[in-house]
């Protein structure tokens, strides 16, 4: 069974920029959740969908948006890009969603913005 | 607020030297704990869920139990590979469905 895919795995932006990135859950998990991962902040929540509805959303501000397709894949977009964005964007997958399932993780997008 | 803290920051530990990393936590209505092994420029690896106190769950080398107040990872007899940040993270039963993660344990096993 294949796991949770992110694409692509490297980016690097220049500030000001936007950036587009891809998460395939688990094949049959509804619940894609998005979060950014910094050596400061640790691991922070930024959005939940679930059968491509919006259900959860964390303290990120506007320029941080997502949606997700009719085939449970998810987009995450970061519009204004700021050096502080620089992060590993980690995509989790699972059936129904906390909180009575878990969450598997992709390998995350390392992105970094100059 | 939900809070979660680990300790210790860094471990390192001997091959076969046993010992446990704590995670405490505060959160309103627990609906589960988690446990994730996270190894350098990877995405997290499931673990464990820990669900009522009392509860215990075990995976080769690796315990996990859980109190009102805190859980302990235990490992037994570690070894090099076990090396990796260990993540505690909870969710609860009501209000944002979200895992509200600690800052990590990381641990180092020498031969």
């Known amino acids: 069974k294949a796991g949770v895919t992110q694409t692509p795995r490297y980016l690097i932006k220049t500030r000001g920029q936007q950036v587009t990135l891809s998460c395939s859950p688990i094949?049959?998990?509804?619940?894609v959740s998005w979060y950014q991962q910094t050596p400061g902040q640790g691991l922070q929540f930024l959005f939940e969908y679930f059968s491509e509805t919006q259900r959860n959303k964390g303290n990120f501000p506007g320029r941080f948006s997502g949606r997700q397709f009719s085939n449970s894949r998810s987009e995450m977009n970061v519009s204004t890009l700021e050096l502080g964005d620089s992060a590993l964007y980690l995509c989790?997958?699972?059936?129904?969603?906390?909180?009575?399932?878990?969450?598997?993780f992709g390998q995350g997008t390392r992105l970094t913005v100059v | 607020e939900d809070q979660v803290t680990q300790s210790p920051e860094a471990l390192r530990l001997q091959e076969g030297e046993s010992s446990s990393l704590n995670c405490s936590y505060t959160v309103s209505g627990l609906r589960g704990l988690f446990w994730y092994r996270q190894d350098p420029g990877k995405g997290p690896e499931f673990l464990f869920t820990?669900?009522?106190a009392g509860e215990e769950k075990e995976k080769e080398r690796l315990k996990a139990t859980l109190t009102k107040k805190e859980s302990f990872l235990h490992i037994t007899a570690p070894k090099p590979e076990d090396s990796a940040t260990y993540l505690c993270a909870v969710s609860r039963v009501q209000g944002a469905q979200k895992l509200v993660f600690g800052q990590g344990t990381r641990l180092t096993i020498n031969p």
């Open positions: 094949s049959g998990h509804r619940s």
């Open positions: 820990l669900y009522s």
């Open positions: 989790a997958s699972s059936p129904q969603g906390l909180p009575n399932t878990e969450a598997f």
